[in-house]
């Protein structure tokens, strides 16, 4: 099993930034992706970006530029790093372990809050 906890959301202006955290405990050896994912309210979720191997990266279009994963393999801990914030990127931010790199996500943690006002 694995378990995943983000952090770090909170109320942002439109333009600001806002780092989230995913700490990952359990089996972690079992993980071969990390992936990020939002629900908007009203909305189904989407993806955001995922982070797997050494260190590859794809990111949804309209956060590309904006938004950056990174990795303390050490902490065993994702982050996502958001800037340049826009009300349309209010949602409740997942992260989600992918065991098998096969795109379907296995654990997923309970998800933190991000609302950014204009």
Same mark, same amino acid.
């Given at each position: 099993?694995?378990?995943?906890?983000? =952090?770090?959301?909170?109320?942002?202006?439109? #333009? #600001?930034?806002?780092?989230? =955290?995913?700490?990952?405990?359990?089996?972690?050896?079992?993980?071969?992706?990390?992936?990020?994912? !939002?629900?908007?309210?009203?909305?189904? !979720?989407?993806?955001? #970006?995922?982070?797997?191997?050494?260190?590859?990266? *794809?990111?949804?279009? =309209?956060?590309?530029?904006?938004?950056?994963?990174?990795?303390?393999?050490?902490?065993?801990?994702?982050?996502?790093?958001?800037?340049?914030?826009?009300?349309?990127?209010?949602?409740? *931010?997942?992260?989600?372990?992918?065991?098998?790199?096969?795109?379907? *996500?296995? *654990?997923?943690?309970?998800?933190?809050?991000?609302?950014?006002? =204009?």
């Amino acid at each position: 099993q694995v378990q995943l906890v983000e =952090s770090g959301g909170g109320l942002v202006q439109a #333009g #600001g930034s806002l780092r989230l =955290s995913c700490a990952a405990s359990g089996r972690t050896f079992s993980i071969y992706a990390m992936g990020w994912f !939002r629900q908007a309210p009203g909305k189904e !979720r989407e993806f955001v #970006g995922v982070t797997w191997g050494s260190d590859s990266r *794809y990111y949804l279009d =309209s956060v590309k530029g904006r938004f950056t994963i990174s990795r303390d393999n050490a902490k065993n801990t994702v982050y996502l790093e958001m800037n340049s914030l826009k009300p349309e990127d209010t949602a409740v *931010y997942y992260c989600a372990a992918d065991k098998s790199g096969s795109g379907s *996500y296995d *654990y997923w943690g309970k998800g933190t809050l991000v609302i950014v006002s =204009s």
